[in-house]
């Protein structure tokens, strides 16, 4: 038999990855990536007010360019066997589209507005219109919408949209529906965009949207009309129950095989959100935690829906039907920042010499960016080693909340803290305080659900900064007391959907059986030091108590 090969395709916050798979074993055949344009030169951010928002042509370009890169290391043969795409993306991301399903960025007149563009996951522009949303679903004639998921946030689906209601009429009168990002790559693909026919997520409309079967759907319409009108057109444009994602969402479209050189007969598969996908392409199943550690984190568990049964966990964590594998309840629980807390730091540094440097006249810009770009790759490595040598005790203590607290007890207006600070405190300190803090908010996460009587039997780490930071892999290990194996998944959201596509295409029956050959082992263990983990308890309860002064008297 002739190979077969499927493709996955990560949409994360910065850039778009692909990874082509063989379709029996697993072998990764070709990797590619490619950054989103617009987003690189920091356009349609500002991160004084929380807003992070994406432009869909980005998504196209780079999307296009990253397959292109991946399938030119193929021969015309092969090109002829791919069997399979699907793709994965940050969540929630939804966007403004028109009564064809076009984002309201690519119709003339909205071009460069920003509101008629993604949500990037991390804008928490809406934070007053969360507030309205939460009340509004927590009691409803008896009925509590958010049972499942605790307190509404900014970050997702219906909040955003009430803030662009509130903030910008012309494109609120110009929608026609809102589309997550996840939903609407592949509805491209297909050619099923409008939004009557392109097929929802169980993952994104489950956690983000709030789909639930014990109110057969979205809460009440009469609940999200009384909100606001758009509500209900929303409502109305979820025409068939969202998929869970070993669903296909059909073939490819001809315009799509063309632009890329497959096959006509390649099915798209389900989709679902990154860090979904990278449990399940880290192997992910019943008494297991899977982190997700990036720009944030995400933590992500399955469990059996009875087993969920009286126990509260509206504080710590979100359920959502089908998310994860389907007949199973997917649990997400999530830091708002992670690498970012670092990356923080890393600027912060780095901006004497972004600046400086510019006025060294006799360095041309090509020298001054090459000085600049090496720097800042050396410069976490020269602090973690640095850190590495300190002693806890007596260190500095912060807290982990740059981008607000998500999970446990999510409060969006938190903000983060130091304390421990003197005029001997060196940039290796520092850098110590915010991985423990990191750290420490996934101790909370954690310690939660173990007392919500949830087990875990083991955790395992995918993403960036488990693969490239021994360090901040080390101390996590510490402070949970528990070993981290590390997935030797290099993208395992993109081989989480490249399962996705296995199973559209055929070639599996379900989502386990695929992840039995599509599946890597780890690449390394992290064992917790006892005499460490002694040591960070302290420190755990000095960050704590700088929590709660923060949340009680800043």
Request: hydrophobic share 40%; charged share 20%; net charge negative.
């Amino acid at each position: 038999m002739p190979q077969e090969f499927v493709i996955g395709v990560d949409f994360g916050t910065d850039s778009v990855r692909a990874l082509i798979l063989d379709a029996e074993d697993g072998q990764t055949i070709a990797a590619a990536e490619s950054i989103y344009p617009r987003w690189s030169q920091g356009r349609y951010q500002n991160p004084d007010r929380k807003i992070f928002r994406q432009h869909p042509l980005d998504t196209l370009e780079a999307f296009e360019d990253c397959m292109q890169k991946a399938l030119s290391q193929f021969g015309d043969t092969a090109l002829r066997r791919v069997i399979g795409i699907a793709v994965d993306s940050t969540g929630s991301t939804p966007c403004p589209v028109d009564e064809t399903g076009k984002p309201l960025a690519l119709v003339p007149g909205f071009e460069e507005n920003p509101n008629a563009m993604f949500f990037l996951w991390k804008d928490h522009s809406a934070t007053v219109e969360a507030k309205q949303i939460n009340q509004a679903f927590s009691e409803f004639n008896g009925q509590d919408f958010t049972k499942y998921m605790g307190e509404y946030i900014s970050e997702w689906f219906w909040s955003k949209i009430l803030h662009v209601i509130h903030e910008d009429p012309p494109v609120a009168n110009a929608t026609s529906t809102w589309v997550e990002h996840c939903d609407w790559v592949p509805a491209i693909l297909c050619g099923k965009d409008q939004p009557d026919q392109l097929t929802r997520s169980a993952c994104a409309a489950g956690h983000k949207a709030l789909w639930h079967s014990e109110w057969g759907g979205l809460p009440d319409r009469r609940c999200l009309n009384g909100i606001h009108s758009a509500f209900g057109k929303v409502y109305d444009h979820f025409a068939t129950p969202p998929q869970p994602a070993d669903q296909p969402h059909g073939r490819i479209s001809q315009k799509w095989a063309n632009i890329l050189g497959i096959p006509e007969t390649t099915m798209i598969g389900g989709s679902s959100l990154d860090a979904h996908a990278g449990a399940v392409g880290a192997g992910i199943r019943k008494g297991v935690m899977v982190v997700n550690i990036g720009t944030s984190t995400v933590n992500i568990l399955v469990e059996d829906a009875p087993n969920l049964i009286d126990k509260d966990l509206t504080s710590v964590c979100g359920q959502a039907e089908n998310s994860v594998l389907p007949g199973l309840i997917g649990i997400e629980t999530s830091q708002a920042a992670f690498g970012d807390v670092y990356a923080w730091f890393q600027d912060l540094l780095m901006l004497p010499l972004d600046k400086l440097l510019r006025d060294v006249t006799d360095l041309n810009n090509d020298k001054q960016k090459q000085i600049i770009d090496e720097i800042k790759g050396r410069l976490l490595v020269v602090l973690e080693d640095e850190a590495a040598q300190l002693p806890i005790k007596d260190g500095v203590v912060a807290l982990d909340w740059l981008n607000g607290r998500r999970y446990p007890d999510p409060n969006e207006t938190l903000k983060s803290a130091m304390a421990g600070l003197s005029l001997g405190t060196g940039a290796g300190e520092i850098y110590q305080g915010l991985v423990m803090a990191t750290a420490f908010g996934q101790k909370r996460i954690l310690d939660r659900l173990l007392e919500a009587g949830i087990q875990i039997d083991e955790i395992n780490a995918v993403g960036g900064i488990a693969k490239k930071s021994p360090f901040v892999l080390q101390k996590l290990a510490d402070v949970l007391g528990r070993p981290i194996k590390v997935s030797q998944a290099e993208y395992a959201s993109a081989r989480g959907a490249a399962i996705y596509a296995a199973v559209g295409a055929g070639v599996y029956a379900s989502i386990p059986a695929a992840q039995e050959h599509l599946c890597l082992g780890f690449d390394k263990i992290y064992y917790p030091d006892s005499d460490q983990t002694m040591a960070l308890s302290d420190a755990y309860q000095q960050y704590l108590r700088l929590g709660k002064w923060m949340e009680e008297e800043y």
